[in-house]
């Protein structure tokens, strides 16, 4: 039997698993940290599957080990008890003023339930979780989401239904659109869902219980207190990875778990981060557009998923944002720019600037061609097919050296004509940049420390627009009917590469590979102790799943065609020095 239990330690009274019963009756499981005095307190909320009973340091070990090691500063000012992954640390919020409110959300963790990820019964019971911390004897009434991946990407959705004690949304590093962005990349299906969910939400399932971990704080199952059968927990959840294996096209299934962005008005900061390719940054920027917040704000930064979100400047911009608007601060946030970009250079250096809009309004966008004899430049040249390998290398096109430093920020469009020698292909695009000595520009991504500049992904059969979505620079896909490839007749791929930034300087070359599998660095492992996947480009975004790509269709020969007026090309958002 749960009992909510009521200490006070490290400065703050702290209220274990107390129950939030939903409209349905089941009651999920909070953990409550707030100021020892009596007081009315703005709220901090999360609500998610990785058990907020979970150290950070136990259960992401590696992640923990090499974020602390690269930023110490990470570890000041706190006993770091209470460090949850993806969550703020309450021993930095609660002595300035915060109640932070850690919640399970149903079937994960301490919290009872059906365990169905991202779905509308969860969104809802996200939205009573924050009517219910608006009321509650110790809030003011004004209740925050601040968070990283899960704790972010259920932002939107809990936005969209307008929860009236919402008072502000931090979204970091949250992706959107659960077809585009989480399960099927240009319409091919990725691994990530079925390996993130058994690795990370599987293993913390309700009901998993003295089979799991425990709370170094409390002693406490972080996953119980019953211990389930196997066959009980299967029972008990929805294994996304299944889901999206039988659904090629986007449906009901998909829509429900794509917040509708225009009934966002909640204020909000969206935090993205350049090398997020394939999850992350892509939703933070169709966010940002497309929330009808009249106050939101775009920051995008690089490094990793969670140093940025930790370390003291990360700290910082969130309460300045929380402060204002759960607190009403006069900390001079509405004076911020409403986009704020870490301009990215080779050698992991950034440059902070501020702008006004995306994309940029100056923006020169220029097509780069591609050409037959493997150039890449301003200047279109027809020519003679090239093929491929779908199961090799690809083909690569290259500047020379450039005379000039040139500056990428923005969405990337591919145009390409392309046939196949069987009824379908997967084509993966990858935008890249290579220093005087020929060596490939790579940096620290969100979920692999050795990324390229830029990905995109289209499966030839999803090739077709939507008109009222695309932009040129955008290219926006129905994935609503498969338009099968005809064996050797050519058609017009326009793909998508999610949005970038890289300062390119003078003598170095940009590159972009065309290929029939996934970007793959060729440096081998990265060597990560404790990796949770492999760490060749893409992190654990793989597109390999024979279900959903037979050698018979996939595995053959695609030619790309350099035909007078359809030379291939890429549109880049080019910003003038």
């Not at 759960?326 to 004076?335: D, I, P, S, V």
């Not at 409403?338 to 301009?343: F, M, W």
């Not at 196949?420 to 420390?449: C, H, K, M, W, Y």
Request: glycine share 10%; with cysteine.
């Amino acid at each position: 039997m749960q009992q909510e239990q009521s200490v006070v330690a490290d400065g703050m009274r702290i209220d274990w698993d107390v129950p939030i019963e939903m409209s349905d009756g089941v009651v999920l499981r909070a953990d409550v940290f707030r100021p020892i005095a009596d007081g009315h307190y703005p709220v901090v909320l999360s609500h998610g599957p990785y058990a907020k009973g979970l150290s950070f340091q136990e259960g992401f070990k590696g992640n923990w080990d090499r974020m602390v090691a690269a930023f110490p500063e990470i570890m000041e000012g706190t006993t770091n008890k209470y460090q949850n992954w993806e969550l703020v640390d309450p021993e930095k919020w609660v002595p300035d003023g915060y109640v932070c409110l850690r919640i399970d959300s149903r079937g994960s963790g301490r919290s009872p339930g059906f365990l169905d990820v991202w779905s509308p019964r969860e969104t809802q019971d996200l939205y009573e979780c924050v009517e219910w911390a608006g009321v509650q004897p110790w809030s003011n009434g004004k209740v925050g989401i601040n968070g990283i991946s899960y704790y972010a990407m259920n932002q939107w959705h809990v936005a969209a239904l307008q929860p009236p004690h919402l008072a502000a949304i931090c979204v970091w590093e949250g992706a959107h659109d659960y077809y585009r962005e989480f399960s099927r990349h240009g319409g091919i299906l990725c691994r990530f869902l079925t390996a993130w969910f058994n690795r990370q939400v599987a293993r913390v399932q309700h009901g998993v219980g003295d089979n799991g971990f425990r709370s170094p704080v409390t002693g406490e199952t972080v996953a119980g207190p019953p211990t389930l059968s196997k066959e009980e927990l299967a029972q008990n959840r929805v294994d996304p990875g299944i889901e999206i294996l039988a659904r090629p096209l986007e449906d009901d299934y998909y829509r429900s778990r794509t917040a509708d962005l225009s009934k966002v008005v909640t204020p909000l900061l969206s935090s993205a981060n350049w090398g997020g390719m394939g999850l992350h940054p892509r939703g933070n920027f169709e966010g940002y557009l497309g929330a009808a917040s009249a106050e939101k704000w775009l920051e995008v930064h690089g490094d990793s998923h969670f140093s940025p979100f930790y370390r003291d400047a990360g700290v910082a911009l969130q309460k300045q944002f929380l402060g204002y608007y759960l607190k009403g601060e006069q900390n001079g946030w509405t004076a911020r720019p409403k986009v704020e970009l870490q301009v990215r250079h080779p050698g992991e250096k950034f440059v902070a600037r501020a702008e006004n809009e995306w994309p940029l309004a100056r923006t020169k966008w220029t097509k780069y061609y591609l050409t037959p004899g493997g150039g890449f430049g301003p200047e279109a040249a027809a020519g003679e097919a090239v093929t491929y390998e779908t199961t090799g290398e690809g083909v690569t096109f290259t500047t020379g050296p450039l005379a000039q430093e040139i500056e990428i920020t923005g969405p990337v469009a591919a145009r390409l004509t392309l046939s196949s020698d069987t009824t379908d292909a997967d084509v993966f695009v990858a935008l890249r940049v290579f220093d005087p000595a020929g060596q490939e520009v790579l940096f620290i991504g969100s979920n692999d420390p050795r990324v390229p500049v830029g990905l995109g992904w289209l499966r030839a059969s999803h090739r077709k627009l939507d008109p009222a979505k695309s932009q040129p620079y955008r290219p926006y896909h129905s994935h609503d009917e498969l338009q099968p490839l005809t064996p050797g007749a050519p058609v017009d791929l326009d793909v998508e590469i999610w949005p970038t930034s890289i300062v390119v300087p003078k003598g170095y070359r940009i590159a972009v590979t065309v290929k029939g599998n996934d970007y793959d660095h060729g440096l081998g492992e990265a060597g990560v102790s404790n990796a949770m996947y492999p760490m060749k480009g893409i992190g654990p975004f793989l597109h390999d799943i024979p279900e959903d790509r037979p050698k018979e269709v996939f595995g053959g020969r695609n030619t790309l065609h350099f035909e007078a007026g359809r030379e291939p090309y890429l549109l880049l958002p080019i910003i003038p020095a």
